[in-house]
């Protein structure tokens, strides 16, 4: 563990696995704990990522236009279905080396109008490097014998162009009468195909009204952002100030060598491993009041740590830290993991538990984008 000290405050010393904050009275103990297990089922574990997208003339950068009736009457969700019949071959970008394929066979494209969804399934993969691939060192999941590997192990070669495909899920709801929709598309481990999906409907959709462009973002959601800190355990609090001032600087024993000389302070604490910060509580209320210190103590003050401060928390989310910032518009950017509860066939989401999934997801995503009016007493 590494800790940075600073002589104003004197404060910090560290004993075997305790970090004792004196002057701000606050004691964490940390303990070591290693689970081999939990990094074996992050790397191939399911999880869905969601993204705004919108359409706008090409020189408008705020005003969007309706999904289902934009330039002269045209629906974008039935545009994405004919792109979808229209190129069922493969696509390659050379640029980045990665491949994608809409796959539109029966059974793996679903198109609901009166619920404003399509989703499926695309094959995208990637080449350019050479790499073995081993078989026989695992057997139903478990590692083979030493007398087993004698016989049975093998290695192949993947070469530099040969490409690994993978299935993906996607689904785009595109609401009536409405100027964002929402895109979720799966994501197995490290790998995902947010750019290449998306760079690909770009160009067809230029292509196709050279007039009109689409854009998509990265959806942000407060819900999640409150039921995190609610449920979740806390690892990182993070206190920084930006633009420190200069008497404050000088306090450090920070001098400005030049007029634009500009400095970032920053507090962090942090639990390893099984730990947590217990912090929850104070997280809320801090959420509710964000115009008070979430540390309330003058040492902090004296060193920059005031109202101007910006205050973020990390919390982990089914074996993901997640950074919040506990501001007055705390928003998360949200993947949601849903690998225990999807079917799986070989490793890969089976598409009916996959979609069924997605679409409950989709009920609160949509509630949250478009809150329902109050009706009038």
């Given at each position: 563990?590494?800790?940075?000290?600073?002589?104003?405050m004197?404060?910090?010393?560290?004993?075997?696995?305790?970090?004792?904050?004196?002057?701000?009275?606050?004691?964490?103990?940390?303990?070591?704990?290693?689970?081999?297990?939990?990094?074996?089922?992050?790397?191939?574990?399911?999880?869905?990522?969601?993204?705004?997208?919108?359409?706008?003339?090409?020189?408008?950068?705020?005003?969007?236009?309706?999904?289902?009736?934009?330039?002269?009457?045209?629906?974008?969700?039935?545009?994405?279905?004919?792109?979808v019949?229209?190129?069922?071959?493969?696509?390659?970008?050379?640029?980045?080396?990665?491949?994608?394929?809409?796959?539109?066979?029966?059974?793996?494209?679903?198109?609901?109008?009166?619920?404003?969804?399509?989703?499926?399934?695309?094959?995208?993969?990637y080449?350019?490097?050479?790499?073995e691939?081993?078989?026989?060192?695992?057997?139903?999941?478990?590692?083979?014998?030493?007398?087993?590997?004698?016989?049975?192990?093998?290695?192949?070669?993947?070469?530099?162009?040969?490409?690994?495909?993978?299935?993906?899920?996607?689904?785009?709801?595109?609401?009536?009468?409405?100027?964002k929709?929402?895109?979720?598309?799966?994501?197995?481990?490290?790998?995902?195909?947010?750019?290449?999906?998306?760079?690909?409907?770009?160009?067809?959709?230029?292509?196709?009204?050279?007039?009109?462009?689409?854009?998509?973002?990265?959806?942000?959601?407060?819900?999640?952002?409150?039921?995190?800190?609610?449920?979740?355990?806390?690892?990182?609090?993070?206190?920084?100030?930006?633009?420190?001032?200069?008497?404050?600087?000088?306090?450090?024993?920070?001098?400005?060598?030049?007029?634009?000389?500009?400095?970032?302070?920053e507090?962090k604490?942090?639990?390893?491993?099984?730990?947590?910060l217990?912090?929850?509580?104070k997280?809320?209320?801090?959420?509710?009041?964000?115009?008070?210190?979430?540390?309330?103590?003058?040492?902090?003050?004296?060193?920059?740590?005031?109202?101007?401060?910006?205050?973020?928390?990390?919390?982990?989310?089914?074996?993901?830290?997640?950074?919040?910032?506990?501001?007055?518009?705390?928003?998360?950017?949200?993947?949601?993991?849903?690998?225990?509860?999807?079917?799986?066939d070989?490793?890969?989401?089976?598409?009916?538990?996959?979609?069924?999934?997605a679409?409950?997801?989709?009920?609160?995503?949509d509630?949250?984008?478009?809150?329902?009016?109050?009706?009038?007493?």
């Amino acid at each position: 563990m590494k800790i940075s000290t600073f002589s104003p405050m004197k404060c910090i010393s560290v004993r075997k696995n305790c970090i004792l904050v004196r002057n701000l009275r606050i004691i964490y103990f940390f303990y070591v704990s290693y689970s081999l297990k939990f990094y074996r089922n992050m790397a191939n574990e399911i999880r869905l990522e969601v993204y705004t997208f919108g359409i706008r003339k090409k020189l408008q950068k705020e005003i969007y236009e309706t999904l289902d009736s934009f330039f002269e009457k045209n629906d974008f969700l039935k545009f994405f279905e004919n792109y979808v019949n229209q190129n069922a071959d493969t696509k390659i970008e050379k640029g980045t080396k990665r491949t994608i394929q809409f796959f539109n066979k029966a059974g793996y494209l679903s198109l609901d109008l009166n619920k404003r969804i399509i989703s499926g399934v695309v094959k995208s993969g990637y080449w350019g490097t050479e790499t073995e691939i081993i078989s026989g060192l695992i057997k139903n999941g478990q590692e083979t014998t030493e007398e087993e590997r004698k016989t049975k192990v093998k290695v192949q070669i993947k070469g530099e162009e040969d490409i690994e495909i993978r299935p993906f899920y996607f689904l785009i709801y595109a609401p009536t009468g409405k100027s964002k929709g929402l895109l979720m598309l799966q994501r197995t481990g490290p790998f995902g195909i947010n750019g290449i999906f998306t760079r690909l409907i770009y160009a067809f959709f230029k292509e196709a009204y050279s007039d009109y462009r689409i854009d998509f973002d990265q959806f942000l959601s407060k819900t999640l952002a409150k039921k995190l800190i609610a449920e979740g355990d806390i690892k990182t609090l993070t206190l920084r100030r930006y633009d420190l001032p200069k008497d404050i600087a000088d306090y450090l024993g920070i001098k400005h060598n030049k007029p634009k000389d500009n400095f970032t302070i920053e507090f962090k604490v942090t639990a390893n491993h099984s730990s947590k910060l217990f912090l929850n509580n104070k997280a809320k209320k801090f959420v509710t009041n964000p115009n008070n210190a979430f540390i309330e103590v003058s040492e902090m003050n004296k060193i920059g740590f005031n109202e101007d401060t910006e205050t973020s928390i990390t919390i982990m989310d089914g074996g993901h830290a997640r950074t919040i910032d506990l501001s007055e518009n705390m928003q998360l950017r949200p993947y949601y993991d849903i690998d225990k509860k999807v079917e799986k066939d070989k490793g890969n989401p089976v598409f009916n538990s996959i979609d069924k999934l997605a679409k409950e997801l989709l009920v609160d995503l949509d509630k949250e984008m478009y809150p329902a009016t109050p009706k009038k007493n």
